[in-house]
């Protein structure tokens, strides 16, 4: 089963919605808090106004308090008015009141407010004003007196809730709005991502000649995409690498194969006297001894890439170690006049992994050995710094190939003569193993002798 | 004929020298390229066996100075490299055939017989003169209806006069085709072979077919004798 990743764009347009979303809802809130309370204040303004031009109706004269109410204008939602002498008496009240009474407030002088249920059931809102009325007569004292104003609320409660609707209706377009612009740009924004990754998608390890460039490319992916041509690069060149050594293993294998084959068969050929046979069988040997450690060579070298072996210290005599290793090309240098000598001192000891540390002395010793000219001289001493030397008298390695001698297959074609089946295996395995004892081994070549030195590593 | 392998893996060199002198040819060999260039100007082989991967001077480079100096001898080319790149860049350098390691050598002969019989512009495997039949893959000899046994020297030395059948060839002519660096030139190997040449093939017959031209050489086919 395969889960969905989540992606980029869906993750950021969610971000940016909610964000502005709440934004928004909070806005909104406090947007239609101020309008309903302004709302409020101007109503409530309008209904004091209204209380005290009622109230300039009421004067007192000659005859007493009088109060003479207007008439409600038709057409209109009843109001409601009912007006108190000082004594508790109605003094006036509007018809629509009919058998009911208004609440009566009582307080100071001065006006108060509240939210009521009008006598005909309407949601309204009341005032209730101690006023003193007109005093035409100046002839009593006048006595304060209370009136009460209360009116339907519909038409503040609809304007207040149709702001609402709207508040409602564009904070959702605002928000869709945000939306569709919130998508298209991240969608164009991150249109070199997508682009990026379809470009990546197309490479396998057939295209790894491709390159992402990052010509008018955003700053953001400038270095991943260096990054990933730098992979590639690495990438291509180890494919190169493994191609190379492939078919250089092939051809190495084909050489000895060729010359095994065309040997038994030209012996086929016809029948041959018991020596010629003998000779063709001891020749047949010698090529499939060359072909067996060829691949024991590979092999090596291709389990210490794969898994690093563990390493078993201990001390070793370094003396003894490079007389055994010797041993098994004695009889060649001896055919070829080559001179040995081994000049490490015989107490010199290092803690290292034996088996390992033979491989690369061997394979040194096996190079000179097989390499040096006819005639000349191979020497093994210890260094100051504890590591060894094999040198040879030549020929000299040419300078611009000191370096690929550690190249797996590497044949020097050009100085050195090749000896039948010879493989650059040899020093190639030498090097992997040093890195693995944590030696450095390092070849100088001048026309005098070629040295490779095994020596401890530096950055250990 | 006569081969020259160009080939440094010793082993492989050996054994096709063996096996093209079990053939009859006359072969020298070398394991060096600069060597290798150096006898085929010395000699005119009829087949150039030639290893791409040499020490010192590379095949490729043979090829090239080989060419460059005019000489025609075709060339088999030997490669451990099979991509098709490695066989066009052969050919390229005026190599006339090539053979991927490891081959089978009953190929290798048949593609050096090939390219002997370019050398004499021939175009089937089977020469006739007069009533002689030679079959130069078997390595047979009939005359009339009668098969003639010859050694493989002896059989080398009448294919070369087939080859130039018709045309008077000189003592030195058959030195550089039949006899390799091993044969001494001034032995009396040359009169010998023919010698038992001509009692095989001509003993008693009314027409004989191997003449001698004193002082120039022989010549191989119907003709009088001086």
């Known amino acids: 089963m395969r889960s969905n990743p989540i992606s980029l764009r869906s993750r950021l347009t969610t971000a940016v919605l909610a964000t502005v979303g709440v934004v928004l809802v909070v806005l909104a809130v406090l947007l239609y808090l101020v309008v309903r309370r302004t709302a409020w204040r101007q109503h409530d303004d309008g209904l004091r106004a209204r209380a005290e031009a009622i109230a300039a109706i009421a004067e007192h004269d000659d005859d007493g308090y009088e109060m003479s109410l207007p008439p409600q204008p038709a057409g209109q939602l009843p109001a409601f008015v009912e007006v108190w002498t000082r004594d508790g008496s109605v003094l006036a009240r509007t018809p629509s009141l009919g058998t009911k009474d208004l609440p009566k407030l009582d307080g100071p002088l001065g006006a108060e407010l509240a939210d009521t249920t009008l006598p005909d059931g309407r949601a309204g809102r009341l005032i209730a004003l101690r006023f003193v009325p007109r005093d035409d007569a100046r002839t009593h004292p006048v006595e304060p007196m209370l009136l009460v104003l209360a009116e339907g609320t519909e038409a503040i409660d609809d304007a207040i809730a149709t702001a609402g609707v709207w508040f409602i209706v564009l904070g959702l377009g605002a928000l869709a709005a945000v939306f569709g612009v919130t998508t298209w740009s991240l969608r164009r924004g991150l249109r070199p991502l997508t682009e990026l990754a379809d470009r990546i998608e197309q490479i396998d390890d057939r295209r790894l000649t491709t390159r992402l460039s990052t010509a008018g490319q955003p700053a953001e992916l400038i270095v991943p995409i260096r990054k990933l041509d730098e992979l590639l690069a690495r990438l291509e060149r180890a494919f190169a690498r493994e191609r190379q050594f492939t078919a250089d293993v092939s051809h190495e294998l084909r050489t000895p194969l060729a010359g095994l084959r065309t040997l038994l068969e030209v012996t086929a050929l016809r029948p041959r006297s018991t020596t010629e046979y003998a000779d063709a069988m001891a020749r047949g040997l010698e090529v499939v001894a060359q072909l067996g450690a060829l691949v024991e060579s590979l092999l090596a070298l291709a389990r210490l890439d794969a898994d690093q072996p563990a390493l078993e210290t201990e001390p070793v005599r370094l003396h003894d170690l490079v007389r055994e290793c010797w041993s098994p090309y004695r009889e060649l240098a001896t055919s070829r006049t080559l001179r040995f000598t081994n000049d490490v001192p015989e107490h010199a000891t290092a803690t290292t992994d034996r088996e390992k540390l033979r491989i690369v002395v061997t394979n040194l010793l096996a190079n000179a050995a097989e390499y040096t000219e006819v005639g000349g001289w191979i020497a093994v001493a210890q260094l100051p710094d504890g590591g060894l030397e094999v040198a040879d008298s030549g020929p000299p390695i040419p300078d611009d190939q000191v370096d690929r001698v550690f190249d797996r297959l590497w044949r020097g074609d050009a100085a050195r003569t090749a000896t039948g089946v010879h493989c650059g295996i040899g020093l190639a395995l030498a090097r992997a193993m040093c890195d693995r004892l944590a030696l450095s081994l390092t070849a100088t070549s001048t026309t005098e002798r070629v040295a490779f030195r095994i020596a401890p590593r530096g950055d250990r | ?226």
């Open chain 2, 1 to 226: 004929m006569r081969v020259l392998v160009i080939e440094d893996y010793a082993l492989l060199r050996d054994s096709l020298v063996s096996g093209l002198q079990d053939l009859g040819y006359a072969v020298d060999a070398t394991g060096d390229g600069n060597d290798g260039l150096w006898r085929s100007g010395e000699h005119p082989y009829d087949v150039m066996i030639l290893d791409l991967m040499l020490p010192g001077l590379g095949g490729l480079d043979v090829l090239r100075r080989l060419r460059a100096a005019g000489n025609t001898v075709p060339v088999l080319v030997l490669t451990a490299k099979d991509s098709i790149e490695d066989r066009v860049v052969g050919l390229d350098h005026g190599a006339d055939d090539y053979l991927v390691k490891p081959f089978a050598f009953d190929e290798l002969a048949a593609r050096v017989r090939a390219l002997v019989r370019r050398r004499y512009d021939r175009d089937v495997a089977v020469i006739r003169v007069a009533d002689v039949e030679i079959d130069t893959r078997k390595r047979s000899v009939r005359r009339g209806d009668q098969i003639v046994p010859l050694s493989a020297r002896e059989y080398a030395l009448l294919e070369y006069l087939a080859n130039r059948a018709g045309h008077v060839v000189t003592r030195t002519e058959i030195w550089d085709h039949v006899y390799d660096a091993a044969d001494e030139p001034w032995s009396n190997v040359l009169d010998v072979h023919i010698s038992h040449l001509r009692r095989k093939l001509d003993h008693g017959r009314a027409r004989r077919l191997i003449h001698t031209r004193r002082g120039l050489g022989y010549m191989f086919g119907e003709g009088d004798d001086e």
